[in-house]
């Protein structure tokens, strides 16, 4: 009998912010900057517990929901090029044992502002992928407010 095959699955967003390149990569790399824009909604608070920024280094992110609720999004940097490409795993910290993928962020100039294209590989169903997709528009929409 044939083993049942999974196929992942992917998200690409994007969005126009204006500010140049240097600084949307510096909003995702930095963690003063980073907890003022990175989770789905103003419900959410966040902490920067750690911010490795080095192939190999670790990040772990809380964001607590007004309602109480914590999600903590972990992973390990693969890949950084400033200012034009950060690649990272994905993780929740709630969920040890559930690889949620690698997300590569894209910035191009685009005018006096950024084309930010992020993708969301290796997504494990149809569900984590529209999960995703909405927390990921959420957190790009309170990032292009920022500028």
């Not at 824009?37 to 992110?61: C, K, M, N, Q």
């Not at 609720?69 to 490409?85: D, L, M, N, Q, W």
């Not at 149809?126 to 990032?143: F, S």
Request: net charge neutral; hydrophobic share 35%; aromatic share 8%.
């Amino acid at each position: 009998m044939a083993q049942p095959t999974t196929t992942a699955l992917a998200l690409t967003v994007e969005r126009t912010i204006a500010a140049p390149p240097e600084k949307v990569f510096e909003a995702f790399t930095q963690a003063q900057k980073l907890s003022r824009w990175f989770a789905p909604s103003d419900e959410f608070t966040v902490t920067v517990h750690a911010l490795e920024l080095r192939p190999g280094g670790r990040y772990r992110i809380e964001m607590k929901n007004s309602d109480g609720s914590i999600h903590t999004a972990t992973g390990t940097y693969e890949e950084i090029t400033p200012p034009k490409r950060l690649v990272f795993s994905w993780s929740w910290a709630e969920m040890p044992e559930r690889n949620l993928g690698r997300v590569t962020v894209s910035l191009e100039p685009k005018g006096t502002g950024t084309r930010v294209v992020l993708v969301h590989e290796q997504l494990p169903d149809a569900d984590a992928r529209q999960k995703h997709g909405q927390g990921w528009n959420g957190c790009l929409d309170r990032l292009a407010r920022l500028y």
